[in-house]
């Protein structure tokens, strides 16, 4: 019988927002509410900023109904963070969790925000204070090591493949070139899920580039003007990621050479979204060099995170079920830790949560299997039993034209 | 008792597609079915073009089973066109209808379409050749006159609020200026359509420019300026459409200045979608005068009209029964027209389907009543009223923090 840990618990949400992150936050309360020891259980507003501002809500008295309605709602319902705790910065949040009296900590976040979990917890460590921290997974880029997969990736691949899907069609019905740049800085798994409706060769999108393959606009141009010349028209998704051989972004080149500001957030990523420049860019080129006349760009931006609508069940069941794990694990006596979803079986489709260290998921980044990109510039239809448990049924639809 | 006329039907799908235009495709296939005086029921691939290309498909045999998955499926199902006919274009078509012994034409579409219905129509009165000629309405800019909405609004505009809805979350989440360019180039209804899911002053938009307002961009300056202010944050939807006090229109002077081309569609209209540049000006501006760091723009582009999964259930039953209706003048004996969608009630939500004149809708565009606009910089919350019966209820959300 472990011994019981008597105090409050802060749990936060960091970095960019998905449909299912408040599936997290509300399946950690569920695993804590009432159990031997919890007594307060804090949001912490706006991530680990909260926790230094001692800006908390109480969570513990939250009526089921209402904790359902929080559940269901896309975005990070305690506000968000993209700030990277340092030493000094540990030592405030470890100020303020001594002075509330805080022993358990979630942080429900991606490979940065285990890394803040981690830091934390070393410090906490170091001035031998007892505290439980464990890290919730939650990624559209799916690209955390250890993981099958990530909670956040089945709702937003299921964006990205409706989208392709009536895009697809839409294309067909007006034919041209339609280029559409998709979230995912060093991870092609969210671009990869521009596939996942295609029923045949003829259907979109015809080309994918994803940032595990070094991006040729030579080649990128070749290969639009022998699809458009085979089908009369191209669909192409494109990672806001792609890089030339010096692993620098495209769209970062290109902000530069525009004269907009480079943007760098505290982790010294350059921002990549919320801008056009990239598909904009990649348009014009085919305009000019392959004198095609109707040719377009979407970036679809900030609404593959939290669209409202537009959830996976299974993601959000696993999204709630990882995050009831990492209460347990916490209310059993563990001390710290990471819960993986790991694929026990494709068919039927079987998960198991594990408990990881921090550091095996802290700021590593997982790639998309070698085997799923074929030529440089496409998706292989094996990635599909892969994704497509993750994203769960797609519309139906049916066509009267085929070219 | 009217005259029983014999002969082969066209039915074709012109203009940019939507969620449920297939709805009217089956629509009229149902109404004219087995009904004296039908033989075959062709649908022409890409519009109008089809016709002159004598590029047909045989609908009239197609299982219910079929019409049904093609009548949820997003996008034009027959291809579409955006050719304006001209007399001698005219007279091509009306020279297929001879060959094929086509008695009943159908298109499905704008105000454009609608204006090449009726050409085709007045060329065939030309030629005292019998010809049922109906225009079945179709347009997500919920532009035509006579009309309380039309068929594919709905839809795009449940996309709209959806969107708008996980993107005020996100916005709350983390904090900063955020721009969204919705479609529409000379009707706001798409871009007012971004409050349907407004809960509180505090929630975005904040701010909603439409096209029927002359757009200042110090005007915009100031009212970012004050909002962000007072809330610490900013959701701001842009109509492709805006344009200065010439009527020029924004995106397309700022393409302009950046060297690249500027399209032109058959209609004469200079293309506003599928670039991200008018975003990211404005994005750029703020960032330059008001020194905000954290600006982000989207551009939903297609993704509003053909979305798959994100259809309004009243604008899909409303796409079907005013096909319904197209075809029963048409059998019935009128000789032409257009349908209208208009409003008996409100509460509880009711409307009938009346035939309007061809030369009613036909190239002409109705706007957003200037009650809905407040200030020039927003929308009020009567439009709620008028447009949350077209979308459907919305997603049901909730949030933790409320600034």
Redesign the interface.
Known sequence: MPHTLRGNVVIG?SG??T?VINQSLVGVIEALRGKPGIEKIL?C??GVSGIVKEHY?E?QGLAQA?LE??A???????????DKPDAEYCKRIFASFEKQNVRYFFYIGGNDSSDACRIVNETAREHRYELRAFHVPKTIDNDLQHNDHTPGFGSAARFVA??F???N??N???PGV?INVIMGRHAGFLTAASML?RRSEADGPHLVYVPEVVFHADKFLADVDAVYKKWGRCLIAVSEGVHDEHRRPMAAKLAEMSG??V?RDSHGNVQL?????L??FL??LI?KQLKI?R?????????Q??????VSESDAREARESAHEAGRLAVSGEHDGSVAIQRVSDAPYKVAYKRIELADVAAKTRHLDPSFIVNGNNIADSFKTYALPLVGK????????EK
Chains 1, 2 share one sequence.
Not at 305 to 310: D, P
Not at 394 to 401: G, S
């Open positions: 949400q960019g927002p449909a949001g507003v706006h809500v969570l209402k309605r929080i269901v709602t896309p975005s990070s319902a305690l506000g968000s963070s993209r409706c989208a899907m009536g895009d069609l839409d067909l019905a007006l339609k409706g907009a500001p943007e979204s919320g801008s056009g420049v598909g904009d348009a014009d305009k006349k040719v377009r760009a979407d970036t679809f931006g900030y609404l995170r939290s669209f409202a609508g537009c797609l519309p139906e639809i049916d066509t009267l034209i």
